[in-house]
Structure formats: structure tokens, C-alpha cells
């Protein structure tokens, strides 16, 4: 073996075909989807995810969200500020450390976001009662395994 080569088996690079062009597809239509979701709520990309980490999780501190959207505490409360401004989130005390804060969704976030992702969730389910047991089940390992993929390479 010379020092140049490989020790293990390197994966050959994904063929190019219709599963990788609907996959390229599929991500573009999801970014799309996202900018527009963020333009009709009035809120960025950074604030669109802390939305929906607590739309999907609660409530949570500025710190626990820093920590898990990966960005730094100052970002984060920068984020945090313009999602109070625009009346998205309020800060309440936390009910055991005074110190602390919980950002908290603004009642009406979840149901006037829902009504703009309500056509995507509706369509998306059409399309999965339409599939057989077996198409479903097919299709849903394959996105198990994109999924991980996606953690694979950003260590997640």
C-alpha cells in the first residue's frame, strides 16, 4: 500500500439520476417555501428557525436556543430582539430561576403561520393516502436514511 492510498473503500459519488434530481428539487421548493413563509410572517431565516424550535419544543431560554440552533448567546438575543419587535415572541420570567427568561411564540404565531403552511401539509398528506402500504413504507425508509445521511455530515 502506498502512502497515497486509501486504507478503507472510499463510497463512490451519488450517480447522477431521478431520485438525486427530485431530491435537488425537493430542497430548492423547501428553501423557496421558506423565504416565502418568512416574507408573509415578516420574520429572517434565524428568526424562522427559532420560531419553529419553539413552535416544535416550547418555550425555552435564550441560552438553550443559542445552544441548540448553534449560534452564539449575543446572535441569539439579537434574534430574539427582533422577533419581540415584531411581536412574535415575549420574554417571561422562568418559573424557578429568576435570573433567566423563557422566549415564549406569541398566541397567534402557530395559527397564522399554520394558515400559510396548511396547503403544503394538506397536499403532502393527499399524496400519502394515495400510496399503498408498501409505497409508504418505502418511502419513508428512504427518507429515514436521507435524514441520517444529512446528520452524517453535519455531525449531528
Known amino acids: 500500500m502506498t502512502a497515497n492510498q486509501p486504507t478503507d473503500p472510499q463510497p463512490a459519488a451519488p450517480a447522477e439520476g431521478p431520485?438525486?434530481?427530485q431530491l435537488r428539487n425537493l430542497t430548492r421548493r423547501q428553501q423557496r417555501f421558506e423565504r416565502y413563509l418568512g416574507?408573509?410572517?415578516h420574520v429572517d431565516p434565524a428568526g424562522l428557525a427559532v420560531m419553529d424550535r419553539l413552535v416544535s419544543a416550547?418555550?425555552?431560554t435564550p441560552s438553550e436556543l443559542a445552544r441548540e440552533l448553534t449560534t452564539s448567546t449575543a446572535a441569539m438575543t439579537l434574534v430574539i430582539d427582533r422577533?419581540?419587535?415584531?411581536?412574535h415572541v415575549s420574554r417571561q420570567p422562568h418559573p424557578?430561576?429568576?435570573r433567566k427568561v423563557l422566549v415564549t411564540p406569541a398566541e397567534h404565531w402557530e395559527e397564522t403561520a399554520f394558515e400559510h403552511v396548511e396547503p403544503l401539509v394538506v397536499g403532502i398528506g393527499e399524496i400519502a393516502e394515495?400510496?399503498?402500504a408498501q409505497e409508504q413504507a418505502t418511502v419513508a425508509a428512504f427518507l429515514?436514511?436521507?435524514?441520517?445521511?444529512?446528520?452524517r455530515a453535519t455531525k449531528a
Open 39 to 41: 416574507r408573509q410572517m
Open 83 to 87: 422577533l419581540a419587535d415584531g411581536g
Open 58 to 60: 416550547g418555550p425555552a
Open 19 to 21: 431520485i438525486r434530481d
Open 130 to 132: 394515495s400510496m399503498t
Open 96 to 98: 424557578s430561576d429568576r
Open 144 to 151: 429515514k436514511r436521507a435524514v441520517a445521511a444529512y446528520d
